[in-house]
Nanobody
Framework: QVQLVESGGGLVQAGDSLRLSCVAS????????MGWYRQAPGKEREFVAA????????FYADSVKGRFTISRDNAKNTIDLQMNSLAPEGTAIYYC????????????????????WGPGIQVAVSS
């Protein structure tokens, strides 16, 4: 049974940094895309970032480019999301995701969506 478990969330102030981590179990994802989605209060779930399994190429939503960095450790079956210069708009539940499927130019585009989801972790950014 595949499980994705997030950690590292919490309450921070605007401008602060936070690092989210996700551990996968049940199988390895070294050849699969892994990434993060988020859902802010009253809004739809949206793509944040992902990293391809084979190439290691990272994809980011325009709203987080230059501030967030995604990384993965295939030996540990983990991914991290380093979030810098957080703004109140970053308040959301962040979901770890794995094994993207669909058609598009990369994770988060076209019909490409993750097959596996973690339960989510809360990040709150105060102004």
């Amino acid at each position: 049974q595949v499980q994705l478990v997030e950690s590292g969330g919490g309450l921070v102030q605007a401008g602060d940094s936070l690092r989210l981590s996700c551990v996968a179990s049940g199988r390895t994802f070294f050849s699969s895309d892994m990434g993060w989605y988020r859902q802010a209060p009253g809004k739809e779930r949206e793509f944040v970032a992902a990293v391809q399994g084979n190439s290691g190429i990272a994809f980011y939503a325009d709203s987080v480019k230059g501030r967030f960095t995604i990384s993965r450790d295939n030996a540990k079956n983990t991914i991290d999301l380093q979030m810098n210069s957080l703004a109140p708009e970053g308040t959301a539940i962040y979901y770890c995701t794995a094994e993207y499927e669909g058609v598009g130019r990369g994770p988060g585009t076209g019909t490409i969506r993750p097959r596996y989801w973690g339960p989510g972790i809360q990040v709150a950014v105060s102004s």
